[in-house]
């Protein structure tokens, strides 16, 4: 299909336990182009990138690196041969300096001792060649998560990579960030460099890419030139069906006032913050990385200090010191790192659905666990988490539905006000919609909902009024018909 291809994978097949999770896929990687890889969680996205570096090997097919057979081969070796990874996850050892972890495996020796000059010397050479300015020098643990990044491309370019794979490489990067690895990824196109691209954000994929496959339930679908697909040919692509409206509206007459904060401040981190949220109102905050939105919502939890400030739940004055304080006055927070703070990975669904909850399923310390199977069953069903069942360890499912589980932990313990910090983050499409419609039955049950996203058509499209942060400041609140994306940019940015 094209000229100039440096990566061809030619039939590829893989099974695990019978199951057959790709099926017969044949792709070709141009030099230095961006070829989008695309599909919802499970399509096998992540299984042929492993058998692309080694990590895995196919049952069937092959994997040619310009015209030189490597499938079969280990990890070091095809990593020697040109292709890199930079995974979602930064893999680095936080200890080592910048140098250090660039070099990681391949460090020059002089009389059995590392030659620290040598690599620190190369790796200012390939940094200011980035155009990035971080010292070799310096450990990785001091180091901001988007400079780390970098950092993982400087490692991939010192193997001389002729294919770097980027998996999610903005889910933690601001806008300012995006447009400095875009910048890079440019200049690697330049270099005859092919990246495979793999993102959930539509907006990303149609600046970045020309190429995009599209892979559903381990079958190739698609490739097309990205100038020949919109967002709805996509998404109908990666799902098998149209999505007609990707912000489902569901119109809810508006009730009471649930929640109110007047004057809220935390010192050096946001301050003078007043704002309502009534029932079956979704109230959306919106402003650059480093506003202060997802540190009003952690203080609204219970999980950060308040200086100032008073929080009314149904006009009642309340104290919130902890998270167990914010849980008995009905407020649920569901964090942006789920992993960390929202699931317990190796325990199962229904341990984790109920683990705010236990002492509703205890009597005098022992568990009725007939009773907490019959609670955590109607969340499940509810929300129509995709598993084998409750027994299911949660580290086994799928990004959209750990974060399933982890909003049914948070209703388990019955809230009025529910905080949503970048519910969709790292999660396909098809999981999104979901999510969206089950923030519209949140809204027909009455609850006030305070909704965090990093994605203004996400925040336009949910929210019933938007307010508007920066550096730690309110600056606006807007109605749903006054807002837009440049008025929330111009209000974000001052």
Do not use: C
């Amino acid at each position: 299909m094209f000229k100039n291809n440096i990566l061809i994978l030619n039939n590829i097949s893989k099974s695990f336990s019978g199951i057959k999770v790709l099926e017969d896929i044949s792709l070709q990687i141009e030099k230095g182009k961006v070829h989008a890889l695309m599909g919802e969680n499970g399509a096998g996205k992540s299984t042929l990138m492993k058998i692309l570096v080694g990590l895995l090997q196919p049952d069937e097919g092959e994997v040619l690196l310009e015209g030189e057979l490597i499938s079969g081969h280990s990890v070091h070796t095809i990593l020697g041969k040109g292709i890199a990874m930079i995974h979602q996850e930064i893999l680095m050892v936080p200890d080592l300096s910048v140098a250090q972890n660039i070099f990681l495996g391949k460090e020059s020796q002089k009389f059995s001792w590392l030659n620290e000059s040598e690599i620190n010397t190369k790796s200012k050479r390939i940094l200011a060649d980035l155009k990035l300015d971080i010292s070799p020098k310096i450990k990785i643990k001091n180091l901001s998560i988007a400079d780390r990044q970098m950092v993982e491309i400087a490692k991939a370019i010192s193997n001389n990579a002729k294919v770097i794979i980027m998996d999610e490489p903005t889910s933690a990067l601001s806008d300012t960030e995006v447009k400095i690895l875009f910048g890079i990824i440019e200049n690697l196109k330049n270099q005859g460099v092919a990246i495979i691209y793999i993102s959930h954000k539509m907006d990303e994929i149609f600046k970045i890419a020309d190429t995009i496959t599209v892979l559903r339930d381990g079958k190739l679908i698609s490739t097309q030139k990205a100038e020949e697909l919109d967002n709805q040919a996509l998404i109908k692509l990666m799902v098998g069906r149209e999505i007609s409206e990707l912000f489902p509206v569901t119109k809810i007459e508006v009730g009471k006032t649930l929640f109110l904060i007047k004057n809220l401040a935390r010192k050096n981190v946001f301050s003078e913050v007043n704002f309502e949220v009534k029932a079956g109102e979704v109230l959306g905050l919106a402003g650059l990385v480093g506003a202060g939105r997802s540190e009003i919502a952690r203080a609204i939890a219970g999980l950060d200090k308040i200086d100032t400030g008073t929080i009314e739940i149904e006009g009642i004055e309340t104290q919130i010191k902890s998270p167990s304080d914010a849980i008995k006055l009905g407020i649920g927070f569901v964090s942006e790192d789920r992993k960390a703070l929202g699931f317990i990975p190796q325990m199962s669904i229904k341990d984790n659905i109920s683990l705010s909850s236990f002492e509703k399923f205890s009597k005098i310390g022992f568990l009725n666990t007939e009773e907490q199977t019959k609670a955590t069953e109607l969340v499940y069903n509810d929300l129509k988490v995709k598993a084998s069942g409750l027994n299911q360890k949660v580290i086994n499912l799928s990004g959209g539905n750990q974060q399933k589980v982890v909003i049914g932990k948070v209703l388990m313990s019955n809230p009025k006000v529910i905080i949503l910090d970048e519910p969709t983050r790292g999660i396909d499409v098809g999981a999104k919609f979901e999510i969206y419609k089950l923030i519209n039955t949140l809204k027909a049950k009455g609850l006030a909902i305070i909704l965090i996203s990093s994605e203004l058509p996400e925040i336009l499209g949910l929210s019933d009024r938007i307010l508007v942060l920066s550096k730690g400041k309110q600056k606006a609140i807007l109605s749903k018909s006054e807002a837009s994306q440049e008025k929330i940019m111009q209000y974000a940015v001052h």
